[in-house]
């Protein structure tokens, strides 16, 4: 049995309260609203906080609520349960609802919250293991050691990002707001990641992610699209966001996508540009999706092969722009 390590709970009621605590304590500290990846991380040994805040109490950081703008405000610590039945994000946002009934299982849903999915750490098969395993083979960057056991020749941690909100909140064009002692920013969803395993977010370790924020709809169609072995519960091997805003005439007017599992970070991807301004045909379509899998390189981390992950980026994100389309 896995048990957890000693550390000191404290579960304030305020968001000033956590301000000042995560100010004081500082890498000491560790956040947690549902627990689901933080407590087994600490089960496994990869992160040993000395004093967790639970955000359970700040009612500051839950709810959605319209934005003047007529978006929406989504607290940090709303369950992902609440989220997929709230009505607000059902007619505005329904590809949200759709992606969050792929995040793991309905028990898991109803502990889990979207900030944690949004700070997701990064995952990898030599670190997720108990720490038995990991000292048996020998531990890497992440955890005690100093080689990336993916590649031992690389310089940096090579654990990937695989969390399924953040590509599709990225598409859709979402904010993320931060507050510290120091005050509060917001800043594009896409600037929160960094292409590093160890270091994956680019938030200070006393800011606190406070809400997301997602634009007016305006017309905008999404779509998440999942590769996993199981049909449920499991990690995607391969996450494709994409969203499209279409002209009165059928031309595209703006296009994004955002790929998942593919690297340490959600990966923007350069080739939706070619949409902007011409008919989404199944040529164009095709070329694009053609174009992104020579591009993505997945890294060998995640379930099924690296040719074949490779392959699926392709036809997932021509089945995604089809069904946007169609």
């Given at each position: 049995?896995?048990?957890?390590?000693?550390?000191?709970?404290?579960?304030?009621?305020?968001?000033?309260?956590?301000?000042?605590?995560?100010?004081?304590?500082?890498?000491?500290?560790?956040?947690?609203?549902?627990?689901?990846?933080?407590?087994?991380?600490?089960?496994?040994?990869?992160v040993k906080p000395e004093i967790v805040v639970g955000l359970h109490n700040v009612r500051e950081l839950?709810?959605?609520?319209?934005?003047?703008?007529?978006?929406?405000?989504?607290?940090?610590?709303?369950?992902?349960?609440?989220?997929?039945?709230?009505?607000?994000?059902?007619?505005?946002?329904?590809?949200?609802?759709?992606?969050?009934?792929?995040?793991?299982?309905?028990?898991?849903?109803?502990?889990?919250?979207?900030?944690?999915?949004?700070?997701?750490?990064?995952?990898?098969?030599?670190?997720?293991?108990?720490?038995?395993?990991?000292?048996?083979?020998?531990?890497?960057?992440?955890?005690?050691?100093?080689?990336?056991?993916?590649?031992?020749?690389?310089?940096?941690?090579?654990?990937?990002?695989?969390?399924?909100?953040?590509?599709?909140?990225?598409?859709?064009?979402?904010?993320?707001?931060?507050?510290?002692?120091?005050?509060?920013?917001?800043?594009?969803?896409?600037?929160?990641?960094?292409?590093?395993?160890?270091?994956?977010?680019?938030?200070?370790?006393?800011?606190?992610?406070?809400?997301?924020?997602?634009?007016?709809?305006?017309?905008?169609?999404?779509?998440?699209?999942?590769?996993?072995?199981?049909?449920?519960?499991?990690?995607?091997?391969?996450?494709?966001?994409?969203?499209?805003?279409?002209?009165?005439?059928?031309?595209?007017?703006?296009?994004?996508?955002?790929?998942?599992?593919?690297?340490?970070?959600?990966?923007?991807?350069?080739a939706a540009d070619r949409l902007v301004g011409n008919e989404m045909s199944a040529e164009a379509i095709?070329?694009?999706?053609?174009?992104?899998?020579?591009?993505?390189?997945?890294?060998?981390?995640?379930?099924?092969?690296?040719?074949?992950?490779k392959k699926m980026v392709g036809l997932y994100v021509r089945r995604a722009l089809e069904q946007l389309?169609?």
């Open positions: 049995m896995m048990r957890l390590p000693a550390f000191r709970f404290v579960a304030p009621d305020s968001l000033q309260a956590v301000v000042d605590i995560v100010a004081d304590s500082g890498p000491r500290a560790a956040l947690v609203a549902g627990g689901t990846d933080l407590y087994p991380n600490m089960k496994r040994r990869q839950a709810g959605v609520r319209r934005t003047d703008e007529g978006g929406l405000s989504i607290g940090a610590v709303s369950a992902l349960t609440d989220l997929e039945r709230h009505p607000l994000l059902r007619e505005l946002y329904p590809s949200v609802v759709e992606a969050i009934l792929t995040i793991s299982t309905p028990l898991l849903r109803n502990m889990g919250t979207i900030g944690g999915n949004v700070c997701l750490d990064t995952r990898c098969h030599f670190l997720n293991q108990t720490h038995f395993w990991r000292q048996a083979l020998g531990s890497c960057m992440k955890a005690d050691g100093e080689i990336c056991r993916v590649a031992t020749s690389s310089p940096r941690c090579l654990a990937i990002s695989s969390a399924d909100l953040p590509p599709l909140l990225i598409a859709l064009g979402a904010t993320a707001c931060l507050v510290s002692a120091a005050g509060e920013r917001a800043i594009p969803l896409s600037e929160l990641y960094r292409d590093e395993g160890i270091k994956c977010l680019s938030r200070a370790a006393d800011e606190i992610l406070t809400e997301i924020v997602l634009p007016p709809p305006d017309g905008v169609r999404a779509i998440y699209l999942k590769l996993r072995r199981r049909g449920t519960f499991d990690f995607p091997a391969l996450g494709v966001a994409a969203a499209v805003q279409m002209n009165g005439d059928h031309s595209c007017q703006a296009a994004r996508i955002v790929l998942g599992a593919v690297t340490s970070r959600p990966m923007e991807v350069g095709q070329t694009v999706a053609d174009e992104t899998m020579q591009l993505a390189r997945p890294l060998q981390l995640a379930d099924y092969t690296h040719s074949y992950r389309v169609n």
